[in-house]
């Protein structure tokens, strides 16, 4: 099935889990607010050639979306006949993986879901995965060359994305924090990662490391990984690691030597 149909299909599945969720209305706790089945429209524009068709050379072999949210794409992809598991961790997942567990109750799914923590020494499941979703993970991550290490070594291909930074600092903010960024230097070519304050992006103390557009080429190729289709989004004149503005994604499909 070409991308473009399956971006489709994913959008007639997402209206239908969105009356789903309607329906149930849980009290205790709500659902994770973005829709993460509108990534499809962007592999759409990622993938190329005979990429197009990923889920063709996969088989029957198993898939995992980690990180998942509500679950909502490895639903989507259980519907189309795929073995589906879930690796999230409750203390981070939105709304500690209640709205996952849920919809796999309502849906008569069989989604296993997996408890995995991605900053300890993890391990996936299955022996070996087809294809892993691994999307807007990986600058929430301590230990993102462990993380892309462990799952090229059990996944064949994987859709990866993360916010990467052009340039060290928003202008005009140069100096605001004594020492650090004392000026504005661009990243994108150099091989490296930025790592933020607790406070910097978002005010969220989850955000670790905005890698350059040369840092995340180089680490997913240290980690045993050939890119197949790459892009970016966003912000991709002037990025940077901490305002709304700056923000730039790279996505890739991406396929593990270690296979």
Known sequence: MDIAQLDSASQRYRRQLEKVKRDLAPAEFGWYPYGTLDNFH??????TGENRDFLGRIGDGPVVDIGAADGDAA???ESLGCRVHVADFPPTNFNGCRGVRL????????????ETDLDAQ???QAERYELAFFLGILYHLKNPYFAL?????????????TRVTRFNVAQGNEGRTGDVNPTRIELRGAPVAYLVAPDETNNDS??????SEAGLKRILNRCGWDIM??????????SDPATAKG???????????YF
Request: hydrophobic share 50%.
């Open 149 to 161: 290490e462990s799952l090229a070594r059990c996944a064949r291909y994987a859709f990866i994305s």
């Open 42 to 47: 962007i592999l759409n524009q990622l993938l």
């Open 229 to 238: 289709d790459f892009m970016t989004l966003g912000n991709t004149v002037d």
């Open 206 to 211: 989850t955000n670790f490391w905005m890698f």
């Open 122 to 124: 993890f391990k996936l």
């Open 103 to 114: 919809l796999k109750q309502t849906l008569g799914s069989k989604v296993e879901i997996l």
């Open 75 to 77: 639903f989507f992809l």
């Open 247 to 257: 923000d730039e994604r790279a996505f890739c499909y991406v396929r593990s030597r």
